[in-house]
């Protein structure tokens, strides 16, 4: 029932902004060559590791699929924590010098949320320092006010497509998953929210426009905007040209 509509939960990397283009890839490979690596991770090929939710989960990824002959003195894990750590002072960099905006229709949607009494969290497999940047830097400080729950990768044990962190976010806001309606951009992201029993909708990005998006209730291109229209390929049809809250209440009685 519309009644029961209570919150809407937002996706960050991907969903918010393009940041997996525009922000952690090219961190990373600002990272490898101020450690000394050869390494560069292009569009095409970060698409790839995108398969693996989590910087350093992809890290892994990457050492065990794609360079298995790497060899280092040392715990690989270390490595690993260096190489974020040292990309995530980049990647912080990046969006306070304003490299990266909001995907359309993001703010519009975000305030009419706030306009309408719903409540909003976040729930991204990227680490609260991340997570917060963008926020502050896209939005203004003010706006971490707007999140009653601000779930992130370094809270749980397993990131997506793992529900923990939905879970997490579900009991941070003390509410059912059929109280919430999810904002995702992403396979993994889908199956997280899904297995933790919330309705979904995603704005697809290039590199998940090709993913499976099986159970969520609606795909777009983009939430839109009067002048950017968003276009719907799978599910539930709105009312507009781009998506409102109201097409939100809608659609979360769909479920």
């Known amino acids: 029932m519309v009644d029961q509509f209570k919150a809407v939960i937002f996706d960050v990397d991907g969903t918010l902004a393009e940041t997996e283009r525009d922000g952690h890839r090219i961190a990373f490979n600002q990272a490898f060559l101020e450690m000394g690596f050869d390494w560069v991770w292009n569009e095409a090929f970060y698409g790839d590791l995108l398969a693996v939710a989590g910087g350093k989960e992809r890290l892994y990824y990457y050492f065990r699929h794609f360079n298995p002959s790497f ?43 706030r306009a309408a009494g719903l409540r909003m969290a976040i729930a991204t497999a990227s680490s609260t320092e991340m997570a917060i940047t963008l926020i502050t830097t896209t939005l203004g400080f003010e706006a971490l006010g707007w999140f009653e729950v601000i779930a992130t990768g370094d809270l749980v044990l397993e990131k997506k497509p793992s529900p923990d962190i939905f879970h997490y976010c579900l009991a941070g806001l003390n509410l059912s998953a059929e109280h919430c309606l999810v904002i995702e951009d992403s396979e993994n992201g889908v199956k997280s929210a899904i297995a933790a029993g919330i309705p979904t909708v995603v704005t697809f990005n290039d590199y998940t426009k090709g993913d499976d998006f099986t159970g969520a209730l609606s795909v777009f291109n983009q939430l839109g905007d009067p002048s950017d229209a968003c276009q719907q390929s799978e599910g539930f049809a709105i009312s507009g040209s781009y998506v409102t809250i109201n097409d939100l209440k809608v659609l979360h009685a769909r479920q």
């Open 71 to 113: 060899s280092y003195l040392g715990p690989i894990e270390a490595l690993v924590e260096e190489v974020y750590d040292v990309k995530t002072r980049h990647y912080v960099a990046l969006l306070k010098a304003d490299g990266i905006t909001l995907r359309s229709g993001v703010l519009r949607l975000m305030t009419e949320i």
